[in-house]
């Protein structure tokens, strides 16, 4: 072996461990500054249309800031009124999950022939322990809910921040570029920033057509509080693959628990299952973009690894960031085989469901017009 020749491995995999050391270390400062970095892009070209028309540029900051806290009261809004509709049904759904829970300790006594006052002292054992864990619980959830408003108030500071003062964080990249790449560097950052918009925008939008088709779905299933369960399946659409069926299961166990029948529940399936088709071939495609596309392996790869540092917010933040990251890359020539290494490889013309249903279009009007 030469010498030198793990030198490059080592120093890759020193860096692997430098920087997964660092994130760790700094997430209680990393998470809200990251946050504010996306909805600061999405939140940009509105506060820019603003100053074209002569509003100052804090005043235009604040007011789009403004709209953002707005859509995240509507949604909290509606989400806490299905909420105190479900709540209305407590005693009913008490009564449904006390004849469920009969039901199963009838199928453990006959089919797993374990006696009823078996299953009374395992209940008794799990209640003791269930106690601690809820007081532990407690006390851990106002710990969170005040760590939350900490960090809402600090995201609202940031992004206020870099949207005021975007024109000196713009000049400091420009003076460490040299003066022969500096229109290059405006340029790629010009441009980032629109696919970046455009990537996080068309998210949004992929959200509320999911909120319209699950509303839908679920009412002709005959889902009670359907709306409720169609923005929590939506919502949880950020955190790719596991949050689209995480809502679809909590919508199953509680339709159960509200006694709902097998055809609800075969209704919530079969809901799920043409939403996904539509949003894999026809939302995905035309709303989000080819272009910022991760690729199905980095996509699982970054939720793992975005939940092992950061845990949940890691997991909503990991495919925005790589879609962020394969935009740099795409960019800067040096970086572009990493680019293409977490990104989907472009499909040749008319090999998609999109450009094969065009092609039938343009076929029918060629064969009419000959």
Request: with cysteine; net charge positive; aromatic share 10%.
């Amino acid at each position: 072996m030469k010498e030198g020749a793990l030198a490059k491995p080592i120093q890759l995999l020193l860096f692997i461990t430098l920087a997964y050391l660092f994130l760790v270390t700094a997430k209680p400062f990393l998470v809200p500054v990251v946050f504010a970095a996306i909805f600061a892009m999405v939140l940009l070209p509105i506060s820019m249309k603003l100053e074209e028309k002569g509003m100052g540029r804090g005043f235009a900051t604040l007011l789009s800031i403004l709209v953002l806290v707005i859509v995240v009261c509507i949604i909290g809004g509606l989400l806490a009124w299905q909420v105190s509709e479900i709540s209305k049904q407590s005693d009913q759904l008490e009564k449904n999950i006390a004849e469920k829970f009969n039901e199963l300790r009838q199928f453990a006594n006959k089919t797993l022939g374990i006696s009823q006052q078996k299953q009374e002292e395992i209940i008794e054992e799990q209640k003791a322990s269930s106690n601690t864990m809820i007081n532990s619980l407690i006390k851990g959830s106002l710990l969170s809910i005040g760590s939350a408003l900490t960090n809402v108030i600090l995201i609202l500071v940031y992004i206020f921040m870099f949207m005021y003062f975007r024109s000196h964080l713009k000049k400091f990249v420009m003076i460490r570029v040299d003066a022969g790449k500096q229109a290059k560097a405006k340029e790629m950052m010009q441009s980032g920033r629109k696919v970046a918009h455009k990537y996080l925008t068309g998210l949004a939008m992929m959200i509320a057509a999911l909120w319209v088709m699950y509303g839908i779905g679920f009412t002709i299933a005959g889902v009670k509080n359907s709306y409720f369960f169609a923005i929590i399946c939506g919502l949880l659409e950020i955190v790719p693959f596991v949050g689209n069926l995480a809502g679809v299961v909590l919508t199953l166990v509680v339709t159960l628990a509200q006694g709902g029948d097998n055809s609800v529940l075969i209704g919530i399936v079969i809901t799920y299952s043409i939403v996904q088709f539509f949003q894999t071939y026809f939302l995905e495609p035309l709303v989000v973009g080819r272009e910022v596309n991760v690729h199905p392996l980095f996509t699982i790869l970054g939720l793992v690894a975005g939940e092992f540092i950061w845990g949940i917010p890691g997991m909503i933040l990991a495919i925005p960031v790589m879609g962020i990251a394969k935009i740099i890359f795409d960019r800067v020539a040096p970086l572009q085989p990493y680019g293409f290494l977490i990104g989907e490889e472009k499909k040749e013309e008319g090999s998609g469901i999109i450009q094969k249903i065009k092609g039938m279009f343009s076929n029918k009007k060629k064969k009419g017009s000959t």
